[in-house]
């Protein structure tokens, strides 16, 4: 999605022709093979461990470090396979986000028109289309990579039961309702309950 709106706000004329549909099955189909490989051979290292008498998980879903401190076998090379592998998605992905959310807001920054449009609508438009995305991505990333780039044992599994609501639940319920923002009718009707809202 980061690139998608990089294409349409830093190449407009070419958006069409560089995220095609065949661009954008392949980059639809590398996600999903890659979180799947990924995860699989998670699972797969997980499965292999012996667990204790305790078979009940204290977390909302099948959270790693949950699962992890159940076992009875020796988790330190998982933990720290684990680590790794998600530093490098977590972070790999949200630097290529982060980059092209710079490229868009240095190309909105030194964007010069000629066209009837004043240069602050522009500026304007390019900016909201791309701040909610933002806003999703902060919530999503943030608490994802609280969750699972630090250690995995201690009292922090209480909090992460916690923070592991955000991304599952809160940032879901979100969506709808800062995708929508953008909506000018949206907008006023919002605007329209604020007044009339009794003091």
């Known amino acids: 999605m980061a690139y998608d709106r990089y294409v349409a706000v830093c190449n407009p004329l070419r958006y069409l022709l560089i995220m095609s549909p065949q661009v954008c099955l392949k980059l639809l189909l590398a996600s999903w093979m890659s979180g799947c490989v990924i995860t699989g051979i ?96 902060i919530l999503f990333y943030g608490t994802t990579i609280f969750m699972f780039i630090r250690p995995t044992t201690g009292d922090l599994l209480h909090l992460n039961k916690i923070i592991s609501m955000i991304p599952s639940i809160l940032t879901p319920l979100l969506n709808p309702i800062i995708y929508t923002l953008r909506n000018q009718e949206v907008k006023e009707a919002v605007k329209r309950f604020v007044q009339n809202m009794p003091e």
């Open 42 to 137: 998670s699972t797969l290292q997980i499965s292999s461990l012996s667990f204790c008498v305790h078979r009940q998980i204290d977390s909302y879903y099948c959270d790693f470090a949950p699962l992890i401190k159940l076992s009875c076998s020796e988790t330190v090379s998982i933990e720290k396979q684990f680590f790794a592998v998600s530093s490098i998605i977590l972070f790999g992905c949200f630097s290529i986000i982060i980059v092209s959310y710079a490229c868009i807001i240095s190309y909105i920054c030194i964007i010069q028109t000629t066209l009837t449009f004043s240069t602050f609508s522009i500026r304007r438009k390019a900016f909201s289309t791309c701040a909610s995305h933002l806003i999703v991505v």
